[in-house]
């Protein structure tokens, strides 16, 4: 698969062996982690509400797409169109990309909800009291 921007092997600190590090587009990140994350990896953002994490993780996924990755995308806290969608805010070509077979979605976030609404039983409204 080509990366785009490929990256030469890096020794991993304390480690002998080589990694393929992908660049992330984000270059204070792309410092921080230095040269980005390595290949294969998975990645999870965890932080509390309102904090960013969609806002980081699909900016990230957006800029992997630009450089030719593929990429897995678990969705847990929206549904996979709402993910689509902000996508192709970020100018993805969304079904081309998904047809080439660089992206796929595991939806968890709809998964859950249509597991939740199978659980709930099935109320006769007769059956609800009203207090007098």
Do not use: W
């Not at 992330?24 to 230095?34: E, S, V």
């Amino acid at each position: 698969m080509s990366l785009g921007n490929e990256e030469p092997l890096k020794s991993a600190t304390g480690n002998h062996r080589q990694e393929a590090m992908q660049l992330t587009g984000i270059p204070l990140l792309d410092k921080i982690t230095g040269g980005g994350f390595p290949r294969p990896s998975a990645v999870a953002l965890m932080g509390p509400i309102g904090s960013g994490k969609s806002t980081m993780i699909r900016e990230l996924v957006a800029n992997f797409l630009r450089q030719g990755c593929h990429v897995l995308y678990y969705c847990i806290d929206d549904p996979a169109e709402v993910v689509k969608l902000s996508l192709e805010d970020h100018h993805i070509a969304v079904p081309e990309i998904e047809k080439e077979g660089r992206l796929e979605f595991v939806d968890m976030f709809s998964l859950g909800a249509q597991k939740l609404a199978e659980s709930l039983q099935t109320m006769d409204p007769n059956e609800i009291l009203e207090e007098t």
